[in-house]
C-alpha cells in the first residue's frame, strides 16, 4: 500500500533539483496535509537578546496534559514540546505551532526564522513554541494505539489541549510562569490539518489566542475529496494531464470490461498482477500524490513529479505539445517507467499483494498498535470525522485518477484497520464537524487565512474554487501561487514575490492585532 508524499500550464520540462521529501508505505488517506519540515544547524549556539546562551533547539520539554478534557479524574499524560526564547523580550508574545499528524521531533526548525513563527517572534519581540499533537511522537496517553486507547483521540480534545497548554504550562524561559493569555498575547500558526485546527480553536477558544496563521487550513472536512486531484489536473503541464487522462479513461474502459484477457494485459504491461483491480487503479494514484511534495524553493521541492512527467512528454529530445503524444505513446511509457523506476522504488523487494493490496485484514499496517505510527493515528481522524478521502472525479469532469476509487475504497480500510470500531464500512461525520467549527463558513477576529493556487487541498480551504469569501481586515484571506504550506517557510518568499507578499501581509496582520492587545483584565 502507499503513501506519497508546476506553476500553471504548460510543457513538462526536464528538471534537476535536491530531493528533500520521501515517500513511504501507509494505508487509506496516502497524502497527508502535513507540514514540511525545516532543517537548522543543531550544533549553532543560541544566545537570547541580552547575550545569554540559552538551551539546544532540540531540548525536549514535558507538559502534563489532560488525557480526556471532559472527565480530567482520568489523569494526565506527558506532552512533548519544544522551545526558545532567543527573541523574546518581556510583554511579547507566545507563538505555538503543532505541525499536527505525526511525529513532532525534528520540526524545531518551527522555532527558528526560517519560518513565519520565528520570523513573527523576530519581529514582535516573541518566544516560539512547537508541541507534539496528542497520538503522535511520542505524546500518548496510553502504550498503544488500539481502539480502546483511541477513543480519546478527536478534535474536540485536540483543539482543548491547546488552550489547556497555554493556560497551564510553565516554560523554561525567564518569567515563563507569568505568560500566560491572561498575562501575554499568544498566537497560534499551523499548517493544512494544523491549520484546521489552527482555525478551530480560534473560533472555539477566542480567548486563549489573541491571533492566528491558518496556512492552507484544511477547514471544509469533505468525505468525497476528489477536488484534490482536481486542482493538480488544472495546474499540472498540460501535455502530461492530457496524456494521463487518456492513459486513465483506458484502463477504466478495460477494467469495467469482461475483457480478462485486456486486463491481464495491462497488469503483465505494469508488473502488477493485483487480485483486485481497485487495488490496482490506486497505485496509480502515485505520481499525482507526488505533486504534493513540490514547492516554489528549489531546496524544497521533489522532483519526482515532473519526473514522471517528462518520461511520458519528452520524446527523441522532443517535448510533446499540449496535446500531448496520445494514448499508444503514453500507455507504453507510463507502464515502461512505472515497471523500470517508479515501482521498484515504491515496493523494493516487497511483494505486489503486501507492497499494493488493501484486501488483507491480517496485513501489519491494519493490525500493529505501537505508539509513534502516524499512519494510524491519522487514519483514526479521518474515518471518525474528516474523511476527505482522495479519488476519480465525476463522470461529468475530466479525471487524472481512476474512477474505480471512491469514498467506499477507503472507507472498507477504516472497517480492516479498526474492526473494534466498525462492523461496517464508515461514512466519516464531516458535516458534524462543519458545523461544531464552521467549515467554510467560519468567524472569528484576528484569523488570517494563507493559501497558494497550487495546493491540491485548496479545496478544503476557504479560497476553493466556487467559493467567494471576502479578505476583510480581521479574517483576511490572502493567496499566492505556492504549493501546501508554502508561506509557512521563509525561503519559499525568497524564491517566489506571491508568497512573500503572503508572508508580508500576514506579518502585518499580527503587528497591526497585537497593538491592540490589553490583558483579559483591562479590557
Known amino acids: 500500500m502507499f503513501f506519497p508524499s508546476s506553476f500553471g500550464t ?31 544547524p543543531l550544533d549553532a549556539p543560541l544566545v537570547d537578546r541580552n547575550g545569554t546562551e540559552l538551551p539546544p533547539l532540540n531540548t525536549t520539554y514535558y507538559f502534563d496534559q489532560l488525557i480526556d478534557h471532559t472527565n480530567p479524574s482520568l489523569g494526565t499524560f506527558k506532552q512533548r514540546y519544544w522551545h526558545t526564547w532567543d527573541y523574546y523580550e518581556s510583554g511579547g508574545p507566545i507563538i505555538l505551532l503543532t505541525p499536527g499528524e505525526g511525529n513532532a521531533d525534528g520540526y524545531t526548525g518551527y522555532l527558528t526564522n526560517r519560518t513565519v513563527n520565528g520570523m513573527v517572534a523576530q519581529e514582535l519581540n516573541g518566544a516560539t513554541i512547537v508541541i507534539e499533537h496528542r497520538y503522535y511522537g511520542l505524546s500518548n496517553p496510553y502504550n498503544n494505539l488500539s481502539v480502546e486507547s483511541l477513543k480519546y483521540h478527536t478534535i474536540e480534545q485536540a483543539v482543548n489541549d491547546l488552550e ?117 487503479a490506486s497505485a496509480l494514484q502515485n505520481p499525482m500524490w507526488d505533486w504534493q511534495s513540490l514547492d516554489v524553493s528549489p531546496n524544497l521541492t521533489d522532483p519526482r513529479f515532473y519526473e514522471f512527467c517528462d518520461a511520458l512528454e519528452v520524446k527523441d529530445n522532443e517535448t510533446a505539445p499540449e496535446s500531448g503524444w496520445g494514448l499508444d505513446h503514453a500507455l507504453n511509457t507510463w507502464a515502461d517507467y512505472w515497471t523500470t523506476t517508479y515501482l521498484p522504488e515504491l515496493c523494493g523487494d516487497e511483494d505486489i499483494e503486501s507492497c499494493a493490496g488493501t484486501y488483507n485484514p491480517n496485513s501489519s499496517l491494519y493490525t500493529t498498535i505501537a505508539v509513534d505510527n502516524a499512519a494510524r493515528s491519522w487514519n483514526w481522524i479521518v474515518c471518525n470525522e474528516m474523511g476527505f478521502w482522495q479519488d476519480g472525479a465525476p463522470a461529468d469532469v475530466p479525471t487524472v485518477v481512476s474512477r474505480l476509487i471512491g469514498p467506499g475504497y477507503w472507507e472498507r480500510q477504516c472497517m480492516l484497520m479498526f474492526p473494534e470500531a466498525f462492523s461496517a464500512p464508515p461514512t466519516p461525520s464531516a458535516n458534524e464537524t462543519n458545523q461544531a467549527y464552521g467549515g467554510w463558513f467560519m468567524q472569528a477576529d484576528r484569523l488570517f487565512f494563507a493559501n497558494g493556487e497550487n495546493d491540491p487541498w485548496r479545496g478544503a480551504t476557504v479560497s476553493a474554487d466556487g467559493t467567494n469569501f471576502q479578505s476583510t481586515d480581521m479574517q483576511p484571506i490572502a493567496v499566492g501561487d505556492g504549493f501546501h504550506c508554502s508561506d509557512l517557510i521563509i525561503a519559499n518568499g525568497e524564491a517566489d514575490s506571491t508568497v512573500a507578499a503572503v508572508q508580508q501581509q500576514g506579518l502585518a496582520a499580527m503587528k497591526s492585532w497585537l497593538e491592540g492587545w490589553q490583558a483579559p483584565s483591562r479590557r
Open 164 to 280: 489547556y497548554f497555554a493556560y497551564n504550562v510553565k516554560l523554561p524561559m525567564p518569567g515563563g510562569d507569568q505568560v500566560t493569555p491572561d498575562d501575554a498575547p499568544w498566537i497560534l500558526i499551523g499548517g493544512s490539518y494544523a491549520g484546521a485546527l489552527t482555525a478551530f480553536t480560534k473560533v472555539n477558544k477566542p480567548d486563549a489566542f489573541y491571533a492566528a496563521w491558518a496556512s492552507s487550513a484544511v477547514v471544509e472536512s469533505i468525505v468525497d475529496f476528489w477536488d484534490y486531484f482536481d486542482v493538480i489536473r488544472q495546474h499540472m503541464p498540460q501535455n502530461c494531464s492530457a496524456d494521463v487522462q487518456a492513459v486513465i479513461a483506458h484502463i477504466d474502459s478495460v477494467f469495467d470490461s469482461t475483457n480478462y484477457t485486456a486486463i491481464d494485459e495491462i497488469k503483465t504491461m505494469f508488473n502488477m498482477n493485483l487480485t483486485n483491480l481497485d487495488d490496482f
Open 10 to 40: 504548460g510543457v513538462a520540462t526536464v528538471l534537476t533539483l535536491l530531493v528533500v521529501g520521501t515517500s513511504a508505505v501507509a494505508p487509506l488517506n496516502r497524502a497527508w496535509p502535513l507540514v514540511s519540515k525545516v532543517d537548522h
